[in-house]
């Protein structure tokens, strides 16, 4: 879901949250902008269904109507890097803040995942691996929920 600040009150407090924004004003200082907000929501496989290669948007769960993602920079379109750049490598320009509403502590449980060092590849590195990324040089983010001393749950999000 777009634009999830839009669909619930309870998100305006994570915007300016004591424990967050501190953090990010350290990191990018205090000239703060909202690009977007998203809320994503994937439920679990049928038992059985076993889940495709990991951002080639390929395999059964696609195949069966999952959102099997395709790996994918941020601030880019369809043919990659449509934003500014600087020697053909997309700029340092934004940061994101995550708050979990679920558990996704274990393997293949839906956490996003992060490629350390892709800002650094060229656009047509990145095309020449065709959505494929070695497992050893990606991190699965497996973190559990968000306390609740963030709000949301308390707000009746869920």
């Known amino acids: 879901m777009r634009n999830a600040l839009s669909h619930h009150e309870a998100f305006l407090d994570l915007i300016d949250h004591p424990r967050m924004l501190p953090l990010v004003v350290d990191a990018i200082g205090w000239n703060i902008q909202i690009r977007t907000t998203h809320l994503d929501y994937r439920p679990p496989y049928p038992e059985g ?11 059964a769960d696609h195949t069966a109507g999952y959102k099997n993602l395709v790996w994918h920079p ?31 502590s274990q393997r293949n449980s839906g ?28 991190i699965e983010l497996n973190v559990p929920p968000t306390p609740r001393c963030c709000g949301a749950r308390s707000s009746g999000i869920v």
């Open 49 to 59: 269904l076993e889940a495709g290669e990991l951002g080639t948007g390929q395999g």
């Open 74 to 104: 941020d601030l880019a379109g369809p043919y990659l890097f449509e934003a500014p750049s600087l020697d053909g490598r997309l700029p340092f320009m934004e940061l994101k803040v995550g708050y979990y509403l679920s558990d996704v």
């Open 111 to 138: 956490a996003i995942c992060l490629v350390p060092g892709s800002h650094r590849r060229s656009p047509q590195e990145l095309r020449d691996m065709s959505n494929r990324v070695p497992a050893d040089q990606f």
